[in-house]
C-alpha cells in the first residue's frame, strides 16, 4: 500500500522567512496530492492540492511543487507570519487518502 | 458548520465493553472516512465507505468495524475497546477520491 514520508518534523522560522515542507510516497498510481493544516485542538483543513497533470500550483504565499518521477512534493510558504503555526500534513491518494505523519511549523514573531 | 458533525466530542469508556462513534453529513458526498490520530503517527484510516453498504479497510482496521446504511451516516463502532484504542477520531468526507476531505471536529475517546 502506499507510504507517505515528511520531513522535517518540526520546523522553526522567523516571520517574514520561507518554509519548505518535503514529502516523498511510494504508489506510482497516487494522483492526488492535499495538504492540510492543523491548528491546535482543531480539525484538519485543507489548504491546497495539486494533481498529478500538473507541476507546480500557488495561492497567494503557498506553492505546492511535484515531481512524479522522483515520487517527490513539497509545500513552499513564503514570507511567514505567526498565524501560519501549526501541524502541517501531506498526503497521496490514488483511491484513498494516505497521510503523512505531519510537520510541525513554528512561526517566531 | 461545514456539513458535517460527528458525536459525541468526547467519551471515557472502560476496557472491553463497546463503543460506537457516530458521522452526520448534509452535503450528500459518497465518500465516508474514518482516522484516528495519534502523536507521532499523524493521521491513520481505519475504514472507509464509498456508497451505501459499501466500505473497506483502511491501514489501521483491526478492532474496528463500520456501517454505512444512509447516505448521510456513517458509524465506528469499537466492539470490545481497548487502550490502546484511545486517540482522536475524526471523519471525513469528500465528493470523490481527488477532491479535499472536509472534517469533523473530531471525538477524543479514552479507554480507561
Same mark, same amino acid.
Given at each position: 500500500g502506499?507510504?507517505?514520508e515528511q520531513h522535517p518534523s518540526t520546523l522553526s522560522v522567523q516571520e517574514g522567512?520561507?518554509?519548505?515542507?518535503?514529502?516523498?510516497?511510494?504508489?506510482s498510481a497516487s494522483n492526488y496530492f492535499p495538504w492540510y493544516k492543523q491548528e491546535l485542538g482543531k480539525r484538519p483543513q485543507l489548504i491546497i492540492d495539486i494533481r498529478s497533470n500538473v507541476g507546480e500550483k500557488k495561492d497567494q504565499r503557498i506553492a505546492?511543487?511535484?515531481n512524479k518521477t522522483a515520487k517527490h512534493f513539497s509545500l513552499h510558504i513564503t514570507e511567514t507570519q505567526p498565524e501560519d503555526s501549526a501541524v502541517y500534513f501531506c498526503a497521496a491518494s490514488y483511491d484513498k487518502v494516505i497521510f503523512g505523519p505531519g510537520t510541525s511549523l513554528s512561526v517566531i514573531p | 458548520d461545514a456539513g458535517i458533525t460527528?458525536?459525541?466530542r468526547h467519551k471515557v469508556t472502560e476496557t472491553g465493553t463497546p463503543v460506537t462513534l457516530r458521522c452526520h453529513q448534509t452535503e450528500n458526498h459518497r465518500y465516508m472516512y474514518w482516522y484516528r490520530q495519534d502523536p507521532g503517527h499523524g493521521? =491513520?484510516?481505519?475504514?472507509?465507505s464509498y456508497g451505501v453498504k459499501d466500505t473497506d479497510k483502511?491501514?489501521?482496521s483491526d478492532g474496528y468495524s463500520v456501517s454505512r446504511s444512509k447516505t448521510e451516516d456513517f458509524l465506528l463502532t469499537l466492539e470490545s475497546a481497548t487502550s490502546s484504542q484511545t486517540?482522536?477520531?475524526?471523519?471525513?468526507?469528500?465528493?470523490?477520491? =481527488?477532491?479535499?476531505y472536509t472534517f469533523g471536529s473530531g471525538t477524543r475517546l479514552t479507554v480507561v
Open positions: 502506499e507510504n507517505v522567512d520561507s518554509a519548505v515542507i518535503k514529502c516523498t510516497y511510494s504508489d505546492v511543487t511535484l | 460527528q458525536s459525541p493521521l =491513520r484510516l481505519i475504514h472507509y483502511g491501514e489501521v486517540s482522536v477520531y475524526f471523519c471525513a468526507i469528500s465528493e470523490s477520491t =481527488r477532491y479535499g
